[in-house]
């Protein structure tokens, strides 16, 4: 079972809706990430964040916001999100960050923006 | 040119079959290699890293050829609970010194009764 949880499960929501996506894990991982995954497609890299510093925003729009605050927990603001943002949004933590270690994934949030 | 690429598929193959799948990077600096597997609406489960040595976990041997780039993932004896889609990951230079994972588009598997 996944050491990496995600809440909530599913999302539905508006594209004048404000949500919060949100994440932990308990394994003392120091390095968090957010991917985006749409279907039959691979995931791709969003943020990432080590020791509570966001060290990559792979050109994501503004309408997503990240927030890390402590080393357990990630959340994924959402406001103003177009239907082309539906997708799978996973949420992994490493040991560390230096681009060698394995990431242990979230079973991923699954958002609908109608 | 995809930084890594694999056979998307679909493989079928029956039940006891042996499959490979094939990965090819295209940088050479790269240094850590996994294979993930990833169920229907699930999220990315590690199935193993991949050692330069090559390595096996039972009835699953992954190999690296470093002056090829490529990298490759064995299954014998197929089992029913092996249909998955098999991701690729290598981790590649990112921006500066920093590098991240990178996922093929993986290949997927249907192990037929």
């Known amino acids: 079972d996944t050491e990496v949880t995600q809440t909530p499960k599913h999302l539905v929501m508006g594209m004048t809706n404000k949500k919060s996506l949100k994440c932990e894990q308990h394994?003392?991982?120091?390095?968090m990430y957010w991917y985006k995954q749409k279907a039959k497609k691979p995931p791709e890299l969003m943020f990432v964040y080590s020791y509570e510093k966001l060290s990559i925003n792979e050109s994501v729009p503004s309408r997503f916001s990240p927030e890390c605050p402590n080393s357990s927990l990630l959340n994924l603001h959402l406001h103003a999100l177009q239907p082309e943002d539906s997708a799978l949004y996973l949420c992994?933590?490493?040991?560390?960050?230096?681009?060698?270690?394995?990431?242990?994934f979230g079973p991923g949030t699954r958002l609908l923006v109608l | 040119r995809k930084e890594v690429e694999q056979d998307p598929g679909p493989f079928n193959v029956p039940e006891g079959a042996t499959v490979a799948f094939n990965c090819t990077y295209s940088n050479s600096a790269s240094q850590s290699f996994f294979w993930y597997r990833q169920d229907c609406r699930k999220e990315p489960k590690l199935l193993m890293s991949?050692?330069?040595s090559g390595n096996e976990d039972g009835r699953f041997t992954a190999q690296l050829n470093r002056a090829s780039q490529y990298i490759s993932l064995l299954i014998r004896d197929s089992k029913l609970s092996d249909s998955a889609t098999y991701l690729c990951?290598?981790?590649?230079?990112?921006?500066?010194?920093?590098?991240?994972?990178?996922f093929g588009s993986g290949t997927q598997l249907t192990v037929l009764p």
């Open positions: 991949v050692y330069s």
């Open positions: 992994a933590s490493s040991q560390d960050w230096t681009g060698g270690e394995t990431q242990y």
């Open positions: 990951v290598v981790n590649v230079l990112s921006s500066g010194s920093a590098r991240q994972l990178t």
């Open positions: 394994m003392g991982h120091r390095a």
